[in-house]
């Protein structure tokens, strides 16, 4: 059913729980533009009438149409007041819900189903797309929504006065209202898919300058790649003027339109007033009626221009969504494991797009309390391993028992709880040092934080800093070097207290004392806990483990110092 639907049709039913927050800002906006085109018409009225009864000498009631326009007033007053504050609610809690409905969609499909998605594209869809989604309901939704109602409105009252009239501005609004826009869709929609594109691959570029500027630099391609950027953002700038062209001709148009047409209504108002079919006050009302309905239609045209970069941003929000895990959780999931002894038996493993497995052939046995050491080198499958026993990748062969049961009869978030990984690339939050290890226990006190830290070696580091657990680390942990960032994974490991203790690579970048202590201390603290330890080398790793293996060809075997595996 999903796939038959359109992007936008799919996105009012994901934001079905905000309608009535939707419905009430249209309401309103309805509400203050019927208000202020009745102001407008009752005032030309009276002012005329006025005129009119000066000039003659007779006597006029001006209570009731003062009152009118007073009722007018207020209610246009209060009206646009309650649609910016409804309409914007409405907006801001359809994007805060879209973005977490979007949130939730992609934890499961991480790492094997975002992997392909470079920092910026992923940011793009989370953010830029999201928000240019506030353009469905804000500045497409509401503005059709208050014309189909409003228009037939004025078009009645007009029947009333010049039936003629009615008709003659009927046709108007049809080329206006419907005619424009559509041809600025037809011809606004290639400009604005290729702004939101080019958008997303300008954001991918100056990531590139940013986060791989030493690298560029290194191989003297930093200014090429700048150039590249230059000219994306020169392609994307000639498309707005394309769209703002458009943009301008449809804005000029419809005031010239609605000029013409109140200048028809005065004609046809006149002839009528001769033929003493209408009263001379009424001459000023339909004048102004046809520049009031003008005004609602006004935004239709521009807001239309836009649709074609909010469905592509629909489109590709969806299209992200719409993925399935490749590692889905079980229909009806076993209880949680009790136990923690980890079995491994002729595990395969093969990646997308490889024609030979990575992985094939492995068995492991990590029974509850044991460490053990896997050495490799890169690219041999040991981070892959890693990832199937958090049930993060699929296997394509083989079995792996938690507690004696498969692990595919869990839930995955039930076999992450036994396990705490620190994998090699350390993932750390713009936020200061407290928060970033509140991230494996919420509740820590700040005597559990300071434990962590001196079992991760990283307390004597903290200690020098002047504001200690509340340093603000930056963005990915700038502050820190790659040793202490790593050290910092570390202590959020021991916080979070699994029975089963995932290390890759926990000494890149410590000094031989620091990385002996760290393990050293890691021995002393995991009593009782398993360790799966995965490292180039030894060196200081060798304290912590009590049996290590070779990962080649796909295989585990025994390992021996100065030689091949046996």
Not at 301 to 307: C, I, S
Not at 361 to 381: H, Q, Y
Not at 455 to 483: R, Y
Request: charge should be neutral; hydrophobic fraction near 50%.
């Amino acid at each position: 059913m999903k796939a038959r639907r359109g992007p936008m049709l799919r996105l009012v039913n994901v934001l079905r729980r905000y309608r009535g927050w939707m419905l009430l800002g249209a309401l309103m906006a309805l509400l203050g533009v019927l208000a202020g085109i009745g102001l407008l018409a009752v005032a030309g009225h009276f002012i005329a009438a006025m005129g009119l009864a000066g000039v003659a000498g007779v006597a006029l009631n001006y209570f009731t149409p003062a009152a009118l326009i007073r009722l007018f007033a207020i209610v246009r007053t209060g009206g646009r007041y309650l649609e910016r504050l409804l309409t914007h609610e409405a907006t801001l809690r359809t994007l805060s819900g879209l973005r977490l409905w979007l949130f939730d969609r992609l934890l499961p499909l991480a790492p094997a189903r975002t992997g392909f998605l470079s920092h910026a594209d992923l940011f793009s869809r989370l953010r830029a797309d999201v928000d240019r989604l506030e353009h469905a309901f804000l500045g497409v939704g509401v503005p059709v929504v208050v014309a189909v109602l409003a228009v037939p409105v004025v078009l009645v009252v007009q029947a009333i006065h010049v039936w003629p009239l009615a008709v003659f501005t009927a046709g108007v609004l049809l080329v206006v209202a419907i005619m424009l826009p559509w041809w600025l869709v037809h011809r606004g929609e290639a400009p604005s898919v290729a702004i939101a594109e080019r958008e997303t691959a300008l954001r991918e570029g100056v990531d590139d300058l940013v986060r791989g500027a030493p690298e560029l630099m290194l191989y003297d391609a930093f200014e090429r790649r700048q150039q590249e950027v230059e000219a994306i953002a020169a392609r994307q700038h000639e498309d707005r003027r394309t769209l703002d062209r458009l943009q301008g001709w449809s804005s000029a148009l419809v005031p010239w339109t609605a000029q013409a047409v109140a200048i028809a209504s005065i004609g046809w108002a006149t002839v009528a007033y001769r033929e003493h079919a209408l009263q001379a006050a009424d001459i000023a009302m339909l004048a102004l009626l046809a520049l009031a309905v003008f005004e609602v239609v006004a935004a239709l045209p521009e807001a239309l221009a836009q649709l074609g970069a909010t469905r592509l941003s629909a489109r590709r929000v969806f299209a992200l969504a719409d993925q399935q895990p490749v590692v889905p959780d079980p229909l009806q999931p076993a209880p949680s494991p009790q136990g923690f002894d980890l079995v491994v038996r002729g595990l395969r493993v093969r990646h997308a797009g490889m024609s030979e497995p990575v992985l094939d052939g492995l068995d492991l046995d990590l029974p509850a309390g044991a460490r053990v050491a896997i050495t490799g080198v890169s690219g041999s499958g040991k981070s892959t391993l890693v990832n199937v026993l958090t049930r993060l990748l699929p296997c394509e062969a083989g079995q792996v028992s938690l507690d004696g049961r498969p692990i595919e009869v869990y839930a995955g978030d039930a076999v992450r709880a036994k396990m705490a990984v620190v994998e090699q690339r350390t993932q750390l939050f713009r936020a200061s040092l407290r928060e970033n290890l509140c991230i494996a226990a919420p509740d820590a006190s700040e005597g559990a934080m300071r434990d962590a830290l001196r079992i991760a070696q990283l307390m004597p580091f903290v200690e020098t800093l002047g504001d200690g657990l509340d340093t603000w680390l930056g963005e990915s942990g700038v502050q820190l070097s790659g040793g202490e960032a790593r050290r910092v994974a570390i202590a959020r490991a021991v916080l979070a207290d699994r029975p089963i203790l995932l290390l890759d690579e926990p000494t890149e970048g410590l000094d031989a004392d620091t990385a002996a202590a760290l393990m050293q201390a890691l021995g002393d603290w995991s009593h009782g806990r398993s360790v799966l330890l995965i490292s180039h080398r030894l060196g200081a790793v060798s304290r912590l483990v009590d049996c290590v293996l070779h990962l080649e060809g796909g295989r585990l075997h025994p390992w021996r110092a100065g030689g091949p595996p046996a």
